[in-house]
């Protein structure tokens, strides 16, 4: 697909990153969910996967995704707000660079023609697609069925604090997002 490989060669932000341009992202127009998160970190960055470490251990196991599935890029989309590893920061990964959401994203939205729900995972994803509001508000309220969307926490480890202030989310709200989630893992 001509639009990927323009963006897989992108080197727009080239000179405000740690380590060399690597955008890290799949789709296709036949993508039908849209997994959206915040930027690949450094194991991705190594492999040129999306999601290939701890974090995207626990998001195929929140959303009960096998990989084959994951990877399908027919069935899933991957497209991170910032499409390259940003760095390092004191608590984690900084965030992800606004070059690639300003210069890519509508584009990117526009082609995923059969798209039927999106995941937007953590804060930056969210805000982006829905706009600020209480985060776990969102979460709640995406997790019914009638929404497009569904709306995560990041799954990183470092998130563990917020699993155990908030076991509503795997107790109550993840059941609920599995049930939705359903019916477009099945091959069809």
Not at 29 to 39: D, E, N, P
Not at 59 to 79: G, P
Not at 134 to 141: G, S
Not at 156 to 174: G, Q
Request: aromatic share 8%; charged share 25%; proline share 9%.
């Amino acid at each position: 697909m001509k639009l990927l490989d323009e963006i897989r060669a992108c080197l727009i932000c080239q000179g405000d990153l740690p380590l060399e341009p690597r955008p890290i992202l799949q789709f296709t127009r036949q993508s039908k969910i849209l997994i959206m998160g915040q930027a690949p970190g450094i194991k991705a960055h190594d492999t040129l996967r999306p999601w290939n470490d701890a974090s995207g251990e626990r998001l195929r196991l929140w959303l009960k995704m096998k990989q084959e599935f994951f990877y399908d890029a027919n069935k899933t989309a991957i497209v991170p707000i910032g499409f390259c590893y940003p760095g390092r920061g004191k608590s984690g990964d900084l965030p992800p660079r606004p070059e690639c959401r300003v210069r890519w994203m509508d584009t990117i939205l526009c082609e995923l023609k059969d798209l039927e729900l999106t995941i937007l995972v953590g804060a930056y994803a969210t805000t982006y697609m829905l706009g600020a509001g209480d985060f776990n508000e969102q979460i709640q309220a995406h997790a019914q069925k009638g929404s497009p969307y569904i709306v995560l926490p990041h799954p990183s480890p470092r998130n563990n604090i917020w699993l155990a202030k908030n076991p509503w989310f795997e107790k109550e709200t993840l059941p609920q997002i599995r049930r939705k989630l359903k019916p477009l893992l099945s091959d069809r």
